[in-house]
């Protein structure tokens, strides 16, 4: 089991009565690797049962970055938003929360927000209470990762931040990573920032985005579908409130 | 003996004619049958046919992007795999050998470990390497190319010499648009 390195999480932002939780995903416009992931996650979310969203702005061409636009395997759906700004993004995300609150227990709504309106998220309020961001271990994403959970607690200072460490070969690895992250944010954004474990690198994860198919689907037992299935209940266990433990 | 100075990487356009005009010092014969093509919803560099009549998708990429790039190049030969047959129908003068395997050639300023070892794995025989270099040519910019050798021995990422604030990160973000101090930053030395 890829677990969180540091069981030091703030209480989770708990579903309401079965209300899909929203996750803030800053992803850039040519970023297919953090959507890779975003999408793949989306998957193994919706395997375990819950319901899967990814929401996006109308900022480009979405199948640079998404498979499809609509429904996908398992119920996975991506969503195309005609949204100006972060609120508009998140009201659409919000919408697709509710809209699923009928036909679904549990889910996750995975906003993926342009980082560069990251300066204007505190329009968002209240929607904006989770996100989840990608690092690798070097320090140049180390730095960037960190850049971006400063924006969004500069927005929404009581935000929970998730990070899953990437590309990286040994548990140690990550663990060094999320460390200095966790100190840094620790020492100069008074924040805690949660760990949601690590994506091994697999080469399953490069192969499926130019197949277009989850790698859970089409390597089920292969490491980074077991990765990715432990980030996802990691986030479905915070997300129905039992990950606070 | 002058030094090499290098360059600042001019837009798609310039880079792109001066790799076609340097396709020749990696050893490749190849003939270009159209450039900035819309492929899989973004652009193919050029798309060239070999001596062979194999095509052979040119991709050009920037510092610190390589496995993207290379996620794209895999994902744009899969787009043309399913297209060829009307590429033939339409053009059958185009040389193009119908049974060929779509080969892939690959140009970043550096290529990192992970890239390397995910080009191996997926098809060492298929995709060629190489890194470009600008650097200056009295007032103009020329590239400098220099194959990357993938199969039979070790592999060389190459560093990369760019100036590495200047290139954005994976958000888009830049350098400067982190706005991060100093003692933030040596928190990550």
């Known amino acids: 089991m890829l677990h969180h390195f540091i069981p030091d999480a703030e209480p989770p932002p708990r579903s309401r009565g079965g209300e899909p939780s929203i996750v803030v995903v800053p992803i850039g416009a040519r970023d297919v690797l953090r959507a890779a992931f975003v999408w793949n996650l989306a998957f193994e979310i919706a395997r375990e049962g819950a319901s899967a969203d990814i929401v ?190 | 003996m002058r030094r090499l100075a290098l360059a600042p990487v001019p837009p798609d356009p310039d880079l792109r004619a001066l790799v076609r005009a340097r396709l020749g010092d990696l050893g490749l014969a190849l003939r270009v049958l159209a450039e900035d093509v819309t492929g899989l919803d973004a652009s193919i560099d050029a798309v060239t046919v070999d001596l062979r009549g194999t095509v052979v998708l040119v991709l050009i990429g920037t510092a610190g992007r390589d496995l993207e790039l290379l996620a794209h190049a895999l994902a744009q030969r899969a787009w043309v795999r399913e297209h060829m047959g009307d590429w033939l129908k339409l053009a059958p003068a185009l040389g193009i050998e119908s049974d060929a395997p779509v080969r892939l050639l690959l140009l970043a300023p550096a290529f990192g470990p992970r890239s390397l070892a995910a080009a191996r794995a997926v098809d060492p025989e298929g995709i060629d390497l190489a890194v470009y270099r600008c650097v200056r040519n009295g007032a103009e910019t020329d590239v400098l190319l220099e194959p990357v050798r993938l199969s039979g021995g070790d592999v060389a990422g190459h560093e990369d010499p760019t100036d590495v604030t200047a290139v954005p990160f994976r958000t888009g973000l830049t350098d400067a648009d982190l706005g991060l101090s100093a003692a933030e930053r040596r928190l990550f030395d």
């Open chain 1, 56 to 245: 996006g702005p109308d900022d480009g061409d979405p199948t640079a970055l998404w498979p499809y636009v609509g429904a996908g395997p398992l119920g996975t759906g991506v969503t195309i938003a005609a949204a100006h700004g972060p609120a508009d993004l998140l009201r659409a995300a919000r919408d697709l929360a509710d809209a699923r609150t009928a036909e679904s227990t549990h889910g996750i709504v995975l906003a993926r927000v342009p980082p560069g309106w990251l300066g204007t998220a505190a329009d968002a309020g209240t929607l904006l209470r989770w996100s989840l961001l990608f690092s690798a271990a070097d320090r140049r994403d180390l730095l960037e990762t960190y850049a971006l959970a400063k924006r969004l607690l500069c927005a929404a200072p009581s935000m929970r931040i998730g990070v899953v460490i990437h590309g990286v070969r040994r548990v140690a690895e990550a663990e060094r990573a999320f460390s200095r992250l966790a100190q840094a944010a620790r020492r100069h954004l008074g924040a805690r920032i949660a760990s949601y474990g690590l994506l091994v690198d697999d080469l399953h994860l490069v192969r499926s985005i130019a197949s277009r198919r989850p790698v859970g689907l089409v390597h089920p037992q292969s490491p980074a579908a077991r990765a990715l299935r432990d980030v996802a209940r990691l986030i479905l266990a915070d997300a129905c409130g039992d990950g606070d433990a």
